[in-house]
C-alpha cells in the first residue's frame, strides 16, 4: 500500500519543526551580542518602572527560553525523520508520529502547532491504514 500522504504530512512537520529549530538557534545565537536588544530591554525597564529585575537577567532568560525552543524542535524534527524512516521500511510509525505531535506542541508552547498539526494528521492516516491491513489480512 502506498503511503504518499503520510510521507508528505510527516515531511512538511519535518520542515516546520526545523525551521523552527534553525530560527531558534539564530535568535538565541544573537539576542545575547545585540546591543540594541539590552537597550530595548532597558527601555522597557524603565518605561514600566520595574525595580526586580534587570536587563541582563532579562535577555539571559530569552537566551535561555530560545535555546530551550530550538533543543525541543530538533528533538520533534528527529522523531520526524525516524517516524519517515519508519514509514518507508515497514509502514508502521503512527504511534511515533501521534506522540511526537502531542508533546512537541505542548513542549514548543504551542509555537510548533502547525508542524505538530501535520505530524498529527500523519500519524492517524498510518494507524488508520494500518489498521485496514490488518483487518484484511
Known sequence: MKRTGENVFSFVGVVLF????IGAFMI?????????????VQEFINDENIKDVTATQIITFLQNFF????????????????SIVRIRKNGSAGKVLITTAILGGVLTLFV???????????????????????RQN
Open 18 to 21: 526545523g525551521l523552527l529549530c
Open 67 to 82: 535555546l530551550y525552543l530550538g533543543i525541543v524542535s530538533l528533538l520533534c524534527t528527529a522523531g520526524g525523520v525516524l
Open 112 to 134: 510548533g502547532l502547525f508542524g505538530s498539526i501535520a505530524y498529527l494528521i500523519a500519524g492517524i492516516t498510518n494507524v488508520s491504514k494500518n489498521k485496514k491491513l490488518a
Open 28 to 40: 538565541f545565537g544573537t539576542i545575547g551580542e545585540n546591543a540594541g536588544a539590552k537597550d530595548l
